[in-house]
């Protein structure tokens, strides 16, 4: 009977093992992922590995070079409306009659580019302007008037601008639509137009939607550099998303939490550091594993093959805090954000847990040896 109840104990205990928190993989198993998965690679982090990837230059993964457009932002479109006047050096304008027209200046009342692209114009009838400059706007009106207009001149400008439009959505002061001009077609003209963003730009994200595609970029890449600031076609639809700069750190810290990165450069010592360093009875202080969707150029400059993802190329970089030139690298490493930060068990800690259940073992069946003990006397 005792051995039973021993049985069902131990059994209960070691299936009630499944159910107690992991902090996560080991390094071995991390490694295995590597080899036997290929899913990610595995860089082994030093001071030079480091100073590679900061030598690359650049940010976060993303771009928006593949959004720059060359596409005309002077057209007239349907819904412009136009302001157009008239003159005719005789002073004979349509006939004269009224003093405007003794003078020879015609002024029409601002007229809207229809749904045909076509404006109406006294004694010319339907014009078609969509798609034109103004200039070329000018040539097809006067063309339409002459025969019914002696030696007419033409002026058109476009008095309000909806067709050449962008809208401006998310984390911006002013949201709306924002007119493009030939000296005003770029993301950070609109960006600025619209009051600029709302947030601190390291926590912004810059979205570009053009039909079914999308980019994006941190804001920071858009002004710090030149190509990233592409210029804009109409009907595009910008999104500026807080992407909070934030860094998770997971196994054997003192702290395991989610925290936010400061301004600035922000290296893995300092995340360490946050996080309240190594747990020394428990860390493997060997491996400490950083997880990051790596941008292809960094992996590229590391000698890395594995096949980028949408995100970027997975890898787990590798740094061992045993050696003193361990925290040079920590030191020189810098974090970004979406990084994850872990640090796996060590050996002895993973058999203490294991002798620590084997004590627990032992001491349920002594107690329930006793109690059976003392039922049969």
Known sequence: MTRSILALTIVAILGGCSTLPRDGPSNSAVVRGAVENADYAIVDLDYAAA???????????????????????????EGDQLAIAIFEPSGSLFGGGASNIRSGSQSLPPVTVD???????????AVQVAGMTTTEAQGAIRRALIGRVGN????????TNVSNAVTVLGEVRQPGRAPLSTNAD??????????????????VEVQIRRGDQTFAAPLTAVTSRFEENVRLQSGDQINLVYQPRRFSSFGALSAVTQQDMPAGEFTLA???SRSGGLNDSAANARSVLIFRFERPEVAQALGV??????????IVYRLNL?????FFTASSFLIQPRDI????????????????????????????????TLNND
């Open 51 to 77: 100073e590679r990837i900061k030598a690359v230059g650049g940010g976060a993964y993303g771009s928006l070079v593949g959004a720059a457009s060359l596409a005309p932002v002077d057209v007239i479109g």
């Open 115 to 125: 749904r045909s692209g076509a404006v109406t114009v006294p004694f010319a009838g």
């Open 152 to 159: 007419p001149q033409v002026s058109v400008t476009v008095a």
């Open 186 to 203: 770029t993301i950070l003209d609109v960006i600025a137009a619209r009051g600029g963003a709302s947030r601190p730009n390291q926590d």
């Open 270 to 272: 300092d995340a360490l």
């Open 305 to 314: 093959t594995q096949p980028a993802t949408t995100q970027g190329v997975p």
């Open 322 to 326: 045993e050696e003193g030139v361990g």
């Open 341 to 372: 930060i872990y640090a796996p068990r060590a050996l002895s800690a993973e058999i203490g847990k294991f002798f620590g259940l084997v004590q627990q073992v032992t001491r349920v069946a002594y107690d329930v040896t006793v109690a059976s």
